[in-house]
């Protein structure tokens, strides 16, 4: 009878040890795109096993502007070319927040998706695209801004390493002097212009406007209007012809198209939220996104037309330069303006930026 009992304790423990070994290996694999705690996985190969994603997109343009139209196409391309698993919403007019917070808050992923301007607390060098007369026209920027040029690459570089995947870099239009006075030499380099003017409190601005021959003042943006009005300024420079019509036409009298700036905004995504996706889904946003931005190039040339007719339109005269005066004030700049901002930006990166124009 003791034996009889030692036997079955012994069956009984085979087999139990034969159910351990067998729930431990042996079994067939599933796949899955969600790991042990809940995120997804980043090596998915399959649209079946993939769950569809919601993300927050910011931008800091009016809803009714070109940049917001051209950014809500990007996103029901998006939709379209994952067959709906990536799914965005935006959020136009800062409403996540002004840029810097929102390039934090991508940078942390709390944020999935991002069009604005960068938080250059982090590198100088991602202001690279505000350099003044980067170009001299709309007709160099394809090259210039192309995600296989030297600024380019640096500044994905730069972003990379903070946790953000830049898309591309979005036109949206050069910047002008707007007065309310008509300047003197207006096409003379270092001439006296007899104007004081409210420029950003960066050098990229204030250093290429007293190179040109403006006085300058950095009063704060949002006192920029109450000061031409009262005269404390003549006028101001930082903005494209859109922004001179929409909020300062009533008084100026004098858009001056210097063309020393153009308004790169960068498309940017979080890395967190990028690499979850399907190798596919990553591909095809990429290529739906720097599409857009090499249409920038035309949308803000188109933009920045309607809006001089329309400063014209309201009485304000629009004084044009000739190709060969912009390339004059290019030169200038980039031999007496640039140095000044190696400290900024690091001689290494304007001597490469300088070198990639003859490539």
Not at 57 to 78: G, R, Y
Not at 126 to 136: D, H, S
Not at 168 to 188: H, I, M, N, P, S
Not at 314 to 326: A, I, K, P, Y
């Amino acid at each position: 009878m003791k034996d009889s009992a030692k036997k079955l304790g012994a069956l009984l423990l085979c087999c139990i040890l034969i159910s351990v070994f067998s729930a431990c290996g042996g079994g067939k694999k599933s796949t899955s795109n969600a790991s042990a705690d809940g995120e997804k996985s980043t090596n998915l190969t399959s649209t079946d096993d993939f769950i569809p994603v919601e993300w927050r997109m910011a931008n800091q343009h009016p809803n009714d502007s070109f940049v917001t139209l051209a950014d809500k196409e990007i996103i029901d391309s998006i939709k379209e070319a994952t067959d709906g698993r990536v799914n965005i919403t935006l959020y136009p007019d800062n409403q996540l927040g002004d840029y810097m917070s929102v390039f934090d808050e991508i940078m942390f992923g709390s944020v999935e998706m991002g069009h604005i301007s960068v938080n250059s607390a982090y590198d100088s060098r991602l202001l690279g695209t505000f350099l003044p007369y980067l170009a001299t026209g709309y007709d160099q920027l394809a090259t210039i801004y192309s995600p296989d040029s030297y600024l380019f690459k640096t500044i994905h570089e730069i972003e990379s390493k903070l946790g953000i995947e830049l898309m591309g870099f979005f036109c949206e239009g050069f910047d002008g002097v707007g007065t309310d006075v008509e300047l003197t030499d207006a096409a003379v380099v270092g001439a006296e212009k007899g104007a004081l003017i409210r420029v950003p409190a960066m050098d990229t601005f204030a250093e290429c406007n007293i190179e040109l021959g403006f006085r300058t003042t950095t009063i704060p943006y949002s006192d920029t209007y109450t000061s031409i009005q009262t005269g404390l300024a003549d006028g101001w420079a930082g903005g494209p012809a859109n922004l001179n019509y929409q909020y300062f036409r009533d008084v100026l009298n004098h858009f001056y198209d210097y063309q020393q700036v153009q308004e790169a905004t960068h498309i940017l995504i979080s890395k967190t939220a990028f690499e979850k996706l399907l190798p596919e889904d990553q591909e095809s946003i990429r290529t739906i996104i720097q599409d857009k931005c090499l249409d920038s190039i035309s949308l803000a040339q188109e933009d920045e037309g309607k809006y001089k007719t329309l400063l014209e339109e309201s009485g304000v005269t629009v004084v044009e330069f000739s190709d060969s005066e912009r390339a004059t004030f290019a030169d200038a700049v980039r031999a007496n303006v640039w140095p000044k901002l190696a400290q900024t930006f690091t001689q290494e990166f304007l001597d490469n930026v300088l070198a990639s124009f003859n490539e």
